[in-house]
């Protein structure tokens, strides 16, 4: 059995989750319009290799301080219905399944929170997420996180602490999916690695590694 490991946000689907849920809360009023722009210069730092990723989720997560989890459960399936569905790229859909007809084992692995990437993964059919932990406090949320967060060498710690979990099963190879420079730690790591839409850099760095390049579309 092999593990399949995908990166959700240009990979999976064709925009930034984290971004599509903010718009969806800006546009039900459950989030001041200005979020939007702030969020948008964070997501430059994050193209430029200089994201904080606490001071992102910080900023992001603000709209869900104090909200209980049931409500905000309730508001993400009505966005994942309407905002992810609809742009998950179709190829990346016939490799999950390609990878499940195998017998492997399927993963989302990303930087947003996982109140967003659990249920994306439960849509999409595969075994989990390993996300952000979003703080959860007498089933209200924090507005804060914690742990390891899934972000660059991030993801690698733990990719490794989940497998370590996995006493049951043994994984004979990963495969690894991004679109993103940020992900460089947890592409070399994998034994496969395969990159999605890349940009120049990402491109050149596949090409001198040898890693299978795909371009998916809508």
């Not at 209200?140 to 690698?156: D, L, P």
Request: hydrophobic letters at 45%; a negative charge; aromatic letters at 10%.
């Amino acid at each position: 059995m092999d593990l399949a490991v995908f990166d959700l946000d240009e990979t999976l689907i064709c925009e930034d989750s984290t971004s599509l849920w903010l718009r969806w809360l800006v546009s039900q009023g459950f989030a001041p319009e200005a979020l939007i722009a702030q969020e948008q210069a964070l997501m430059r730092q994050y193209h430029a290799g200089n994201l904080s990723i606490e001071e992102y989720m910080q900023t992001t997560l603000a709209p869900l301080a104090g909200m209980a989890t049931l409500t905000v459960a309730g508001w993400v399936r009505r966005f994942i219905h309407r905002d992810i569905m609809p742009r998950v790229f179709p190829a990346a859909l016939e490799r999950i399944r390609w990878h499940q007809q195998r017998g492997d084992s399927v993963i989302i692995i990303t930087a947003s929170g996982d109140h967003l990437a659990v249920p994306i993964a439960e849509r999409l059919g595969v075994e989990g997420a390993l996300a952000i932990g979003v703080e959860v406090t007498d089933e209200r949320y924090s507005g804060h996180i914690y742990g390891t967060a899934t972000y660059r060498e991030g993801k690698v710690t733990r990719l490794g602490d989940w497998k370590a979990l996995q006493q049951d099963r043994r994984f004979e190879k990963t495969w690894a999916y991004s679109d993103s420079m940020n992900d460089l730690p947890l592409l070399a790591h994998a034994d496969h690695a395969w990159v999605i839409n890349p940009d120049a850099l990402l491109h050149q760095e596949a090409q001198q590694r040898g890693w299978q390049v795909c371009h998916w579309v809508r």
